[in-house]
Every structure is written in structure tokens, then in C-alpha cells.
């Protein structure tokens, strides 16, 4: 259970655990970047939103970028279903690992909660994200998914897709903060040198 200090505020109806307390910050902060995007979010007004005082919000995220990030990450799951959605349009291992690079790239910039952090400047934290064990799980559950035969192209073990995820997202790092390729450039050369690794 949460301290005196906890229940301050929350509109009367405070939260029963710290968990939930944090998920209604998330909340009430992705309601005001939805409504007035974050260069007019302010650690005061997701204050507001939420019912609390500015030190209650303080007490969970100290800094902006780090309810940022938690805003991020719970955008993630909507963005995997996409993603996978997208992948198995596809029909062979090797072209799953290049799409996924190249709708990566397309789409975290744009998506509206995924691209806070870039468009707020802190890259470093989307960098520590992304290369995060939890993400490169999450990745290699998303390439799992895609119905493709991966066993045929040497990819059959927990480690592996694993391994898979990570150069995949590490890819993804590296041509979204040094973009100098044209789509159909970039799936030539990363299905140039990765996709002989996935046929076998």
C-alpha cells in the first residue's frame, strides 16, 4: 500500500498501488501530449491532468524524458501487432529481417507515441531502449511470430532469434541516426548482405 504522501490529490479517487499510480501519470501524460503535443506539455500540466500536485509527479518521474519513455514503452505492444501484421505479408526469413529494418525506420519516427523521444531530443534514451533486453525479447517474439520457416534458414532456437533481434535493431539504430539511403537502396543492401545468412 501506498503512504500518506501518495494519496494526495488523484481527483478523490487515489491510486491503491504504486504501479497503478504510475501507469495514471502515463496516462494523463499521453492525454496532454495527444491534445496539445510535447512542445506544450509541461510536467505541470500532466499535474493537472492527473489530479496531483507537481511533486507527486516528481516522486514517480523526475524528468519529462522519463515519463516520456514510459509513454513510449507503453505504445510499444500496438506497435509490435502492426509490425507483425506487416512482416507476415512476407515469405521467407530473409525478407522478414529486412522489412522489419526497413518498416522500423518508416514508422517509429511517425508514430505517435514511439517518436517522443527523437522528437524531443533525447536519443540517448531511445538508444538505452531500444537495445534494452526487453526490447531485443520483445523483437525476437515479433520475428517468432511471422509465419515463416525459420528452422530452413538456421534460426530455430530461442538464442538465435534472440541474436536475430538484436543486429536487426542495431541496424535499425544505426540507419535512423545516419539516414543516407533511399528505401529501395537500403533493402538492397541489407538484403544484399543479411539475407544470404537466412537461406540456409
Same mark, same amino acid.
Not at 3 to 32: F, K, L, S
Not at 70 to 88: D, K, P, S, Y
Not at 95 to 121: D, I, M, R, T
Not at 172 to 184: I, R, T
Given at each position: 500500500?501506498?503512504?500518506?504522501?501518495?494519496?494526495?490529490?488523484?481527483?478523490?479517487?487515489?491510486?491503491?498501488?504504486?504501479?497503478?499510480?504510475?501507469?495514471?501519470?502515463?496516462?494523463?501524460?499521453?492525454?496532454?501530449?495527444?491534445?496539445?503535443?510535447?512542445?506544450?506539455?509541461?510536467?505541470?500540466?500532466?499535474?493537472?491532468?492527473?489530479?496531483? /500536485?507537481?511533486?507527486? *509527479?516528481?516522486?514517480?518521474? %523526475?524528468?519529462?524524458?522519463?515519463?516520456?519513455?514510459?509513454?513510449?514503452?507503453?505504445?510499444?505492444?500496438?506497435?509490435?501487432?502492426?509490425?507483425?501484421? @506487416?512482416?507476415?505479408?512476407?515469405?521467407? $526469413?530473409?525478407? *522478414?529481417?529486412?522489412?522489419? *529494418?526497413?518498416?522500423?525506420?518508416?514508422? !517509429? %519516427?511517425?508514430? %505517435?507515441?514511439?517518436?517522443?523521444?527523437?522528437?524531443?531530443?533525447?536519443?540517448?534514451?531511445? /538508444?538505452?531502449?531500444?537495445?534494452? $533486453?526487453?526490447?531485443?525479447?520483445?523483437?525476437?517474439?515479433?520475428?517468432?511470430?511471422? %509465419? !515463416?520457416?525459420?528452422?530452413?534458414?538456421?534460426?530455430? /532456437?530461442?538464442?538465435?532469434?534472440?541474436?536475430?533481434?538484436?543486429?536487426?535493431?542495431? &541496424?535499425?539504430?544505426?540507419? &535512423?541516426?545516419? $539516414?543516407?539511403? @533511399?528505401?529501395?537502396? &537500403?533493402?538492397?543492401? *541489407?538484403?544484399?548482405?543479411?539475407? $544470404?545468412?537466412?537461406?540456409?
Amino acid at each position: 500500500m501506498m503512504g500518506r504522501m501518495g494519496y494526495h490529490g488523484w481527483q478523490g479517487n487515489p491510486p491503491r498501488t504504486e504501479d497503478e499510480a504510475r501507469r495514471r501519470i502515463v496516462d494523463a501524460a499521453t492525454a496532454c501530449l495527444d491534445r496539445v503535443g510535447l512542445a506544450k506539455t509541461s510536467l505541470s500540466d500532466i499535474a493537472a491532468e492527473a489530479g496531483v /500536485t507537481r511533486q507527486t *509527479v516528481y516522486r514517480y518521474f %523526475p524528468r519529462l524524458p522519463d515519463i516520456l519513455s514510459a509513454v513510449a514503452i507503453a505504445g510499444v505492444e500496438a506497435f509490435a501487432e502492426r509490425m507483425e501484421r @506487416h512482416l507476415a505479408t512476407f515469405g521467407s $526469413p530473409a525478407e *522478414v529481417a529486412v522489412e522489419s *529494418v526497413l518498416f522500423s525506420l518508416q514508422a !517509429v %519516427p511517425s508514430e %505517435p507515441h514511439l517518436g517522443l523521444l527523437l522528437e524531443a531530443g533525447e536519443g540517448d534514451i531511445f /538508444t538505452g531502449a531500444v537495445t534494452s $533486453p526487453q526490447s531485443f525479447a520483445l523483437g525476437a517474439r515479433i520475428l517468432q511470430n511471422v %509465419p !515463416v520457416d525459420w528452422a530452413a534458414a538456421g534460426v530455430s /532456437t530461442d538464442e538465435d532469434f534472440l541474436g536475430l533481434a538484436e543486429i536487426l535493431m542495431r &541496424l535499425f539504430l544505426s540507419f &535512423l541516426q545516419y $539516414p543516407s539511403y @533511399h528505401d529501395d537502396e &537500403l533493402r538492397a543492401l *541489407v538484403g544484399r548482405w543479411l539475407g $544470404p545468412a537466412l537461406r540456409g
